[in-house]
């Protein structure tokens, strides 16, 4: 196939419209950044804490509707072992922002903290946080390397470009307009990009629906034709890894730094909750398109198609079923339509996942350990230094591995089972400290590794009940495995806070044991719950502290 230039043109003209709008966004930030006094961290990092409504939908929509989302849930629906059952992203997610809206969105907001770290650098110190703070930056580089990998893939597919050079090219343009503005370069184009996502992936269903080569979705959806019904099955002895996936999805993602960026840049509790509630509703339809393409790959004849035999699901690409599908069922110009709203959906999510990480390593490491008396040029230029390193990180592993989903549930993963038990029980819980902290940490992070992961190919050292094969011949739990983890981890930071306070309340130890120095930190709980400028000197003030202090717009 040659190379296919008009398409070119497209994603060029496409490129730079977000790259303008990202150049304009950054020149906003600068006029913002000039009505404050003081420290302009803040401005780059939330917006000024004073993102408009429409805005902090369309943006938070958009980071959670990216490359992954789009071809991961034609991924799974396509592959034929299986189904529309598993492509969970959409209903997860609505379970993630209304758990989100409804219990985090307040004790963060209510804290005006910086980033989802500031809790746990303030409760239990700054040796802690940072070895807490790692599995979200991994997390994050992984988002990365997802959405380039969805990109690199597609535009190797229609437009016969090297994969090399397709995620070289996105990953540039998005870390130009990251570092350019902030969150309002981030903001603003990924109003754009949601707005193409929505456009391109409706206009392509109908043409995907109507190509002769594929039967009627309705008649393959239960019934074995070209291959296995495209609906999929859940069988009892599959019910728990089903569960899991779900659990999975739904917690894992409010354990995410890029969450409660959009939820701290709201102006209020109220616009951050309404942001998450509509955020929902979009997630859902901009789901359905996938399905349907999904759905027609599951039933399409192959074999009159140019794509021919093997199948691509038997070429073991069906990682990149949504391309190939455009690519085969649909006129050229339509195909480079869909090209647009993957690549407007890996924008949207890899710039998200850049300033997250630069975000905590920023705030929470550089600003509050390294240099405390770092001047607001400097951190300016450590955020910048950041989302290079991170992007060029990301960039990297997408060298590894071709399968969207395989970067997706790993770093979720870690999110979920490492990270949502620690932030449940720091935000939620008083009795959590940093003894109970740091084993549940340990206890999570050495349990997921023993448990093995066949995506990664590490085979399980703890085979829960119902270790078996799957259907890819690949050594699998389908006991709910993590979930039980992300329990075991949880209960052990309850109950070992709980002993650790016991014992150094009562006597039992020395004082100069307590390397957290809960003792200390617990006489003053109740009323420094109730205003915390009742005892100022009790710990240091937090990145937010010091920029509510010195920052007034």
């Known amino acids: 196939m040659a190379l296919n230039v008009p398409g070119l043109v497209v994603m060029a003209v496409f490129y730079l419209l977000i790259l303008g709008t990202g150049i304009w966004a950054s020149m906003r930030s600068k006029k913002e950044e000039k009505k404050c006094t003081g420290d302009g961290m803040e401005i780059t990092l939330l917006a000024g804490r004073n993102i408009n409504l429409l805005v902090g939908i369309f943006t938070l929509t958009a980071t959670w509707v990216g490359g992954g989302f789009i071809l991961g849930i034609a991924e799974a629906t396509y592959n034929p072992t299986l189904g529309a059952v598993w492509a969970l992203m959409p209903v997860p997610y609505v379970m993630t922002f209304f758990l989100g809206g409804f219990f985090f969105a307040k004790p963060m907001r209510e804290n005006k903290y910086v980033t989802m770290m500031d809790p746990f650098q303030q409760k239990y110190g700054n040796f802690l946080s940072s070895a807490l703070i790692f599995p979200a930056l991994v997390a994050d580089v992984l988002w990365v390397a997802r959405t380039l990998v969805s990109l690199g893939g597609t535009m190797s597919?229609?437009?016969?470009?090297?994969?090399?050079?397709?995620?070289?090219?996105?990953?540039?343009?998005?870390?130009?307009?990251?570092?350019?503005?902030?969150?309002?370069?981030?903001?603003?184009?990924?109003?754009?990009?949601?707005?193409?996502?929505?456009?391109?992936?409706?206009?392509?269903?109908?043409?995907?629906?109507?190509?002769?080569?594929?039967?009627?979705?309705?008649?393959?959806?239960?019934n074995q034709t070209f291959q296995a019904p495209w609906v999929g099955t859940v069988k009892l002895d599959e019910a728990g890894k089903w569960f899991d996936d779900f659990m999975l999805l739904a917690l894992g993602g409010l354990a995410y730094q890029a969450f409660y960026q959009r939820i701290l840049s709201a102006s209020s509790y109220t616009q951050a909750q309404v942001t998450c509630f509509a955020s929902s509703a979009f997630c859902l339809v901009l789901g359905i398109p996938s399905i349907l393409i999904g759905a027609v790959a599951a039933s399409t004849d192959w074999n009159s198609t140019l794509y021919g035999l093997p199948t691509p699901y038997e070429r073991e690409q069906a990682g990149s079923i949504l391309p190939i599908a455009l690519q085969f069922l649909t006129p050229p110009y339509i195909s480079v339509i869909g090209i647009g709203a993957v690549a407007a959906a890996v924008m949207s999510s890899m710039d998200s996942a850049l300033l997250s990480s630069a975000s905590m390593f920023s705030s929470n490491i550089y600003k509050n350990i390294i240099r405390k008396q770092a001047s607001d040029r400097e951190m300016q230029w450590v955020i910048r230094i950041s989302v290079v390193v991170v992007g060029l990180a990301g960039t990297a592993l997408t060298f590894l591995d071709s399968s969207v989903l395989v970067f997706w549930l790993v770093g979720v993963d870690m999110s979920y089972t490492i990270m949502f038990p620690q932030l449940v029980c720091v935000l939620f819980f008083k009795v959590s400290n940093g003894y109970g902290a740091t084993v549940g940490y340990l206890i999570g992070i050495i349990m997921r590794i023993l448990s093995g992961e066949p995506l990664i190919g590490l085979p399980p050292a703890i085979r829960f009940p119902g270790c078996r094969m799957d259907a890819e011949g690949k050594l699998t739990q389908f006991f709910p495995f993590r979930t039980l983890i992300m329990v075991i981890s949880l209960v052990s930071i309850l109950l070992f806070s709980w002993l650790a306070s016991i014992i150094f309340n009562k006597g039992l130890l020395s004082e100069r044991w307590d390397v957290y120095k809960i003792k200390r930190k617990q006489k003053p709980t109740a009323k420094a719950t109730q205003d915390k400028r009742t005892n100022p000197e009790s710990e240091e003030p937090s990145v937010s502290k010091q920029l509510l202090d010195t920052t007034s717009c």
């Open 157 to 222: 597919v229609i437009l016969d470009l090297s994969y090399i050079y397709s995620i070289i090219i996105s990953s540039v343009v998005a870390i130009i307009y990251t570092l350019l503005g902030g969150l309002y370069s981030v903001a603003y184009t990924d109003v754009i990009q949601l707005i193409l996502i929505f456009v391109s992936l409706w206009v392509c269903v109908p043409f995907l629906m109507t190509n002769p080569h594929s039967l009627d979705i309705s008649l393959t959806a239960y």
